[in-house]
């Protein structure tokens, strides 16, 4: 063979595929199905399930490809981006050089994350972003004189990334503690914060309103945890105001001042996983604006969900802390730090939604969003629903029948990807509002069809 075949046939796409190809957390031996995605446009995606062409049908993507393409797929200015840095370099190392796409980034991300955030690592994935933000942490700790603090103290139901360090900070029941017990570090888990209160509209019960009383409580507890341990721990990691994929949990903002109050008494770092909730999703640009954190990782939609991406943010003291320790250097380096494709359509990314009304954009979502889903929670076999930012969840009594769920979700218009009892979205930013509602309508259509094949 002298050059890679392609594809035979619509057909052969799908049988390699399930074949050779791992999809995330499947089974080479028994893959679960997968739709091949034939285009791709604003919200939408086409799907086919036979992997041809004409076979695919058009839905509203729910997902946003996991939290990253906020301004929806082929964005003109974004497309223009990538085609306009392709035609003057598409890569070089970043050891020794540097380029006008990773400054004119940096510069960016330090002007938007808050005041004291000012010096950028650029990395290319999220999971290798808290690997070294956890590392600055430690090396922070060593320049400090302190190299016996050297574990995390974090909060139930997070979730970090699937490299091992990142695993290891992760929940230990949903995650893969258990399996890799004597080769993940063991770091100290404190209670997860209270559920944020859910006030509907002009209905606002206080049936499932995190009281003050709740908020004290956990908060004495996560402070009591830290200060069992404080002589050997080196900071706090948790992604801030809502868990993602430990359970998409909104948590109140009043535990971050904690978090932030516990780390300052005890001299710990505190780290803000903003991954999953940056760039506005949870209707603040950073939640790091409400608590300003020590170090900040960004991705995800970094790069409006154009191509892998990272950053980690930290302060000037940190900075001097990590040179003060025996390397005298941040030890970490990967080969294509700061790629010049990924900035250049990174920064046209920040662009569009920082001149765009996102706020509003936002809001409008998040309404529509909690509007329609709060019928769901009468429905048998739903134990709740929740929403924050742009982002809506329904938690089922079981575990979401996956195939069933997402059969009925494209019947109803749009894409989504349950996990354990979850049926969430967080749409791009461009959905209109008839989108939305069709994603709601899925939604819907999946909780029913799962509640169904479960019961
Ligand atoms: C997705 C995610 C990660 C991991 O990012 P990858 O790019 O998948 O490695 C880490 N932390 C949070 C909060 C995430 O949502």
């Known amino acids: 063979m002298t050059s890679p075949s392609a594809p035979g046939s619509a057909e052969d ?32 995606l086409w799907l086919s399930e036979t992997g041809a062409p004409a076979d695919a049908v058009n839905v509203v993507d729910g997902m946003s490809s996991w939290w990253s393409a906020i301004h929806g797929y082929r964005h003109p200015r974004l497309d223009q981006a990538v085609k306009d840095q392709v035609d003057r370099f598409s890569h070089v190392m970043f050891g020794g050089l540097t380029h006008s796409p990773a400054v004119t980034l940096g510069r960016a991300l330090v002007e938007l994350t808050p005041e004291g955030l000012d010096k950028v690592f650029l990395a290319d994935s999220g999971s290798v972003a808290v ?25 139930r139901g997070g979730y970090h990334g699937d490299t091992f360090h990142p695993m290891s900070v992760t929940d230990p029941d949903g995650g893969m503690h258990s399996m890799w017990r004597g080769l993940l570090p063991e770091h100290v888990f404190a209670p997860r914060p209270p559920r944020l209160a859910q006030r509907t509209g002009s209905e606002a ?15 004495a507890a996560f402070r009591a945890t830290a200060e069992g341990h404080a002589h050997e ?11 993602g994929a430990g359970g998409m949990w909104p948590y109140p903002p009043a535990c ?68 003060a320790s025996e390397s005298g250097v941040l030890m970490h380096g990967p080969t294509f ?30 309404t529509r969003l909690q509007t329609g ?10 134990k709740d629903v929740r929403t924050i930012g742009a982002v809506g969840i329904v938690q089922l009594e079981q575990r979401v029948d996956v195939p069933a769920a997402t059969d009925a ?46 019961s």
């Not at 250049?344 to 409008?364: F, I, K, P, Y």
């Not at 909780?447 to 094949?453: G, I, K, Y």
């Open 131 to 155: 690997e070294v933000a956890l590392k600055m942490v430690l090396q922070y700790q060593r320049g400090a004189g302190q190299p016996e603090r050297r574990r995390f103290l974090t909060v």
């Open 205 to 219: 019960t206080d049936v499932d309103d995190a009281s003050a009383g709740e908020i004290d409580t956990w908060a």
């Open 373 to 382: 889903l709060a019928p769901l929670r009468d429905l048998p076999g739903v």
């Open 409 to 454: 979700a494209i019947a109803a218009g749009a894409w989504l990807r349950p996990f354990n009892d979850l049926i969430y979205t967080m749409p791009p930013y461009v959905c209109t509002d008839n989108e939305v509602d069709t994603i709601v309508a899925a939604i819907h259509a999946a909780t029913r069809a799962s509640v169904e094949a479960t």
């Open 13 to 44: 796409l799908l049988a390699f595929d399930r074949e050779h190809l791992w999809h995330p957390y499947t089974s080479m031996t028994d893959p679960a199905p997968v739709r091949a995605v034939v285009g791709a446009s604003g919200a939408r």
């Open 233 to 243: 721990l080196a900071g706090i990691i948790v992604e801030p105001l809502l868990q």
């Open 256 to 323: 971050l001042q904690v978090m932030r109050e516990v780390a300052d008494d005890l001299g710990l770092l505190l780290v803000f996983d903003e991954i999953a909730t940056g760039f506005g999703r949870t209707g603040h640009l950073f939640v790091s604006e409400i608590v300003t954190p020590d170090v900040l990782c960004l991705g995800k939609a970094l790069t409006g969900g154009y191509m892998t991406l990272a950053a980690v943010v930290t302060t000037d003291r940190v900075a001097r802390g990590i040179s």
């Open 337 to 366: 730090m700061g790629n010049p494709l990924a900035c250049a359509v990174a920064l046209e990314s920040l662009r569009v939604l920082t001149r765009s009304d996102w706020t509003s954009t936002v809001a409008r979502i998040g």
